[in-house]
């Protein structure tokens, strides 16, 4: 995570240096300023994770210049073929955007619709490796 952590230092540095010159030349204009200045702070938190997990696990082999790809061989994660969950769950989520504009009888229906979505994705294969 070494790099990754370089990485959005330097992302943090740029919104820093550009947070400041346009809070500079733009006579302190607030809605520009505080935007610079929030991506600042979640681009330096993110560093700072980053930084953390490097610190406590030590180096990937992605991190270490003479690693071998076998290092990282083997199977990465476990992957679904077919899933009617995200469907539902991007559906859910446009009606509960509609039912914004049109009324909470419809945000509330579409709620429910993206509460079951989600509760799907997360307990789909909660038993799998039993």
């Known amino acids: 995570m070494k790099a990754e952590a370089y990485l959005f230092a330097g992302v943090a540095v740029f919104f820093l240096g550009t ?3 346009y809070g500079w030349w733009s006579g302190r204009e607030p809605a520009g300023t505080a935007a610079l200045t929030v991506a600042f702070i979640m681009s330096s938190l993110i560093c700072f994770f980053f930084a953390r997990h490097h610190q406590r696990h030590g180096a990937r082999p992605e991190d270490r210049g003479r690693s071998e790809i076998a290092e990282r061989a083997g199977p990465v994660d476990f992957f679904p073929a077919r ?15 509609t039912g914004l504009v049109f009324g909470l009888w ?4 579409g709620f429910g619709v993206l509460g079951a979505g989600v509760g799907g994705l ?6 799998r490796d039993e």
């Not at 419809?106 to 229906?109: H, K, N, S």
């Not at 997360?122 to 038993?127: D, R, S």
Request: hydrophobic fraction near 55%; charge should be neutral.
């Open 19 to 21: 947070g400041v010159g």
């Open 83 to 97: 899933s009617p969950y995200p469907a539902l769950t991007g559906f859910g989520a446009a009606v509960t955007a």
């Open 122 to 127: 997360a307990f789909q294969y909660v038993h």
């Open 106 to 109: 419809l945000f509330v229906l």
